[in-house]
């Protein structure tokens, strides 16, 4: 049954509740194990649950007693042994089996069984009474057990009458190939007395009921589906209108093949049966004239007899080939009806229904061409009405007087689309004042005239993948004023609008209105124009409005902007490069000997010709001559390059900076106050990151001594790259500290 009629929010309840539920078992439930076999336990309000589902093999470990939850679907069970099976058992899942042969003695200890599940399990034989001492089962699914055949019916429907039976899965029992099947009255003969409220007899290639069977269902009957089969018209159509209980009938997805290639391999064989007499077919025509004299009149007058309180009829996908003739329906509580997807090619007869009560009538995509003005005048009552992906955009043109929803007053969602509508009238729906939604989309719109100042529920216009340029004055104040009774939204996607001078009255518009407009950020301009954006439409519009006052402004603001854009990127890049381009031009100019290179004198080093290059300013040269000189050159035999000493004059002092940096192993900066305010310092500290990231890969090249003085006050901004890299190490303050410092230092130099 099509969720339209549950209602999204119930469908969204519906799941969140089973999450809920999934989430609450996964909580509470733990292993537990029946003769070497785990299973997924929990416990619930009526009793103890188990899942065995995919545990165990052919045979059926002994389950505790206190189980009255059981799911043993997906394994290889064979034999049923029902010592095994606790006796207090209401549900148990058998389904995914191979439970070829179903015996009376499989369950005759499970008085209390109320839901039992037999689908999938290869059934081809079920011993006549095999349910016969389920007292309480409720609901039996024997579905898609190709093998049993509607001639095993009267074995498996024996004895239903003595339990409470009320659901009847018999889906997909005969082979999935083959001529239609026929439904016998001795087939469902067993269950005349139950109060069976659900029957589903979906894929099985059904193609006819003998004339009685439809009589002799229970009189209890409520859901009736018959989908996926190969139904044909028959005398049986005419035996339903008795079915006073019946609520929803299924015949959808008729004539629909079966998978191919692995429909062609399919080794199952129907089951022949013998002919039973069963006191019915001495004669078929006298039976029909039973019927007709009782019930019926051979005097056909397109009357369809339907159930009397049949509230949904579901025929979608069945090729239903027809035009639609005059006739009657009598249906007081008939609510749904699904016809989509059918050969409903048009509908131009008159359709007289007495107290029609349809809330939903669905004849989308039926190739359907023509409808006649009064075809619809008798749902009144209708609030769902799709006659998408037809062909009925002349008709729904000609209707300049609203003749065909006249009566739909009480309308409130309408789906148009998929129709070739060039135009639509004025006064379509000038009675559907409750309307709520309207699609008119994937049309061939190129203006919009129908008047929606009326609607004040509408809430969406849907007028997507049309032909519309724009919306002329007419139309903007019809809609304006639906605006200020409503809050509609307009879909306008996928439509050719024009970003021209020509239409800026429309543009303007749609600024001052951005807030009813859907998806308005993937509106395009048609021709493209690449200046024109609704992603900002009010500064596209304001940038339109001048170009059309004046081209030359436009090219002019538009020649300064770039200039101004392509400065400002470029600085912005110089800026952020700068250390990178003086490192790549000095570089550059020592390729070509450009570059005097000062001759210093050698070291132990085996790559390099020094291992430190110390940079550091005036106020700290003490503490170098001090500190730093004694610690590792006297004491740990390291080369230094200290400017004061090292530097050779008549050197370019940048080309002694480079040198120093490129023959030493590692640059330690001692970073002091006066250290972050020298514009020499900086150069050097930049040139060494440079000289890291480029020709060292990474910046641990560059080492940082923080002195107290600038660590006590928070990492300045200018070296926090090298912080965050752990390139940095703190003079401490306390004495007692420097020669772990020392000796951090020296592995940090040497790593």
């Not at 659900?198 to 006819?208: G, I, K, T, Y």
């Not at 005419?238 to 209980?245: C, D, S, Y």
């Not at 049966?273 to 005097?299: F, H, P, V």
């Not at 900002?536 to 770039?562: D, E, M, P, Q, R």
Request: charged share 20%.
């Amino acid at each position: 049954m099509p969720i339209m009629e549950t209602g999204p929010l119930l469908y969204w309840i519906l799941i969140f509740g089973c999450f809920y539920h999934m989430e609450s078992i996964s909580a509470s439930s733990k292993t537990c194990i029946f003769e070497n076999v785990k299973c997924i336990c929990w416990h619930q309000d009526n009793g103890f649950h188990v899942n065995c589902s995919g545990k165990i093999g052919k045979k059926i470990p002994k389950i505790d007693d206190n189980v009255v939850w059981l799911d043993l679907s997906h394994n290889n069970i064979q034999e049923i042994d029902p010592q095994k099976l606790p006796n207090r058992l209401k549900y148990l899942d058998l389904s995914s089996n191979t439970l070829t042969n179903v015996k009376k003695m499989f369950f005759n200890s499970l008085p209390e069984l109320r839901f039992l599940n037999l689908s999938y399990c290869s059934v081809s034989h079920v011993e006549e009474g095999a349910f016969v001492d389920l007292d309480n089962l409720q609901h039996l699914d024997v579905s898609f057990n190709r093998n049993l055949g509607f001639a095993s019916l009267p074995n498996l429907t024996f004895g239903l009458i003595k339990t409470r039976i009320s659901s009847l899965q018999l889906n997909g029992i005969t082979c999935k190939t083959g001529t239609g099947t026929t439904l016998r009255r001795h087939h469902l003969r067993n269950i005349r007395g139950t109060n069976i409220t659900e029957l589903s007899l979906d894929s099985n290639r059904l193609e006819l009921f003998e004339p009685g069977v439809i009589g002799w269902l229970p009189k209890t009957l409520k859901v009736f589906s018959m989908a996926n089969n190969k139904l044909t018209t028959g005398v049986y159509l005419l035996e339903f209108a008795p079915m006073t209980n019946l609520r929803i009938l299924n015949v959808s997805l008729q004539l629909h093949p079966p998978k191919y290639p692995l429909s062609v391999l399919d080794r199952c064989q129907d089951k022949v049966e013998r002919q039973i007499y069963d006191g019915a077919n001495d004669s078929i025509k006298e039976l029909l004239e039973n019927y007709y004299n009782n019930d019926y009149s051979l005097n056909f007058n397109w009357t369809i007899p339907l159930p009397p309180n049949l509230e949904t009829y579901d025929a979608h996908s069945s090729r239903l080939y027809f035009h639609v003739p005059d006739f009657s329906v009598h249906a007081p509580n008939l609510r749904h009806v699904y016809l989509q997807n059918n050969f409903i090619i048009s509908w131009t007869g008159h359709v007289q229904m007495k107290n029609c009560n349809i809330l939903t009538l669905d004849i989308s995509n039926n190739l359907c061409s023509h409808v006649s003005l009064q075809s619809l005048q008798a749902l009144k009552h209708a609030r769902y009405l799709n006659i998408s992906h037809n062909d009925l955009g002349q008709d729904l043109e000609k209707d300049t007087e609203g003749l065909l929803f006249k009566t739909l007053e009480r309308l409130e969602v309408l789906d148009m689309s998929f129709n070739r509508i060039s135009s639509l009238p004025k006064q379509i729906l000038r009675n559907s004042k409750r309307i709520k939604y309207i699609n008119v989309s994937n049309n061939r719109l190129s203006d919009w005239e129908v008047s929606v100042s009326g609607m004040p529920n509408l809430t969406l216009l849907d007028l997507s993948q049309n032909k519309l340029t724009t919306l002329d004055d007419n139309a903007r104040i019809n809609i304006e004023r639906a605006f200020k009774h409503s809050n509609v939204s307009i879909d306008l996607s996928e439509n050719a609008l024009a970003c021209s001078c020509e239409n800026q009255e429309f543009l303007v518009w749609m600024t001052e209105s951005n807030q009813h407009f859907l998806n308005i950020d993937n509106y395009t301009c048609s021709p493209p124009n690449p200046r024109f954006s609704f992603r900002t439409l009010n500064k596209s519009v304001i940038s339109l409005s001048k170009s059309c006052k004046s081209y030359l402004g436009w090219y002019v603001g538009c020649a300064v902007s770039l200039a101004v854009f392509c400065s400002f990127l470029t600085s912005r890049l110089l800026v952020k490069n700068k250390w990178k381009i003086r490192y790549i031009v000095y570089k550059s100019k020592q390729k070509f000997g450009w570059v005097k290179q000062p001759n210093m004198q050698g070291s132990t080093s085996v790559n390099y010709e020094h291992d430190v290059f110390l940079s550091y300013s005036g106020c700290t040269l003490m503490f170098v001559l001090n500190e730093v000189i004694p610690r590792l050159e006297g004491n740990r035999n390291m080369k230094l390059i200290i400017r004061d000493r090292d530097y050779l004059p008549g050197f370019p002092k940048t080309d002694s900076i480079m040198h120093s940096l490129q023959e030493s192993r590692k640059t330690v900066c001692i970073v002091s106050k006066k250290y972050l305010e020298s514009r020499w310092r900086d150069y050097e500290l930049n040139m060494a990151k440079t000289e890291g990231i480029v020709d060292r890969s990474g910046l641990d090249f560059v080492i940082l001594i923080l002195l107290p003085e600038v660590y006590n006050s928070g990492y300045p901004r200018k070296i926090m790259d090298l912080v965050k890299r752990n390139c940095y190490i703190e003079y401490p303050e306390e004495s007692c500290a420097c020669d772990d410092f020392w000796n951090e230092l020296v592995d940090m130099i040497e790593s």
